[in-house]
């Protein structure tokens, strides 16, 4: 068992060999360290080991812990699926909301929204049914609709891996999220800038950086 500070320091150089062998810059990726395995007092220690930015994915959690860590300077992450009744509690509590998948959670959004929301798009490249996501072929009848939403901002695409796959097939599905990003970004929509890429958990963060992540979402790695 390593402290939690050691696993801080394990899991950031980790990422910077990464960059490195991607001949990537350090600061082109950030560590999203996801606290929804623990309570607010490990939380703070993460934070206290120099973590900025953090995910949580339940609702009722996230508003509980940001309330105890108010006094903290933390970007809070909101990763996991979002239900429509429970936008409202939420989306003005968080700084980047990564699981946008479809147009009636967009069209909650757009109503309860005090400013613009950065919002990743969640794509299923693996086409898993377990997954959420929109499919690569839904993508051009919903961007056009998206695009008329002014409180929604698509900085970028997200997307999960399969949890048992061969490193070739994640490979595979990292970079086709990553040419997908590239293809929106050209497309130029007003409200998309599209420079973001979040994928990598602990499992395959490596590979998801070799393929372009700059947003990686690390829990486990953290707490063992
Ligand atoms: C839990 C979770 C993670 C972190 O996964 P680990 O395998 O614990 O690193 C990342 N992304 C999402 C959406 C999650 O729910």
Redesign the pocket.
């Known amino acids: 068992m390593m402290t939690l500070k050691e696993n801080v320091q394990r899991v950031s150089s980790q990422v910077a060999q990464a960059c490195q062998a991607a001949s990537r810059s350090e600061t082109s990726v950030k560590i999203i360290a ?1 606290t ?2 623990v309570d607010s007092s490990i939380t703070k220690k993460l934070i206290d080991a120099g973590m900025t930015d953090l ?1 949580e ?1 339940r609702v009722d959690k996230f508003l509980e812990k940001k309330a105890e860590l108010i006094n903290e300077k933390v970007t809070w992450h909101f ?2 699926s979002l239900q429509r009744r429970k936008v409202k509690d939420v989306i003005n509590e968080i700084d980047y909301f ?2 946008l998948d479809s147009i009636s959670l967009a069209t909650e959004i757009e109503k309860r929204a005090l400013k613009p929301v950065k919002c990743f798009l969640q794509v299923n490249i693996s086409r898993e049914g377990s997954k959420h996501g929109f499919l690569v072929e839904e993508l051009a009848e919903v961007l056009p609709q998206l695009a008329k939403l002014e409180k929604i901002t698509i900085v970028g695409l997200m997307t ?1 891996a399969p949890f048992e796959a061969e490193k070739e097939t994640i490979q595979t599905i990292f970079e086709e999220t990553e040419t997908l990003r590239k293809t929106i970004q050209s497309q130029a929509w007003p409200n998309m800038p599209m420079t973001e890429l979040s994928m990598g ?3 395959d963060y490596p590979l998801a950086i070799a393929a372009g992540a700059t947003y990686v ?5 953290f707490f063992k």
């Open positions: 996801v929804k395995y995910g994915n990763i996991g990564h699981a999960m958990m602990s499992q979402r690390i829990g486990t790695a």
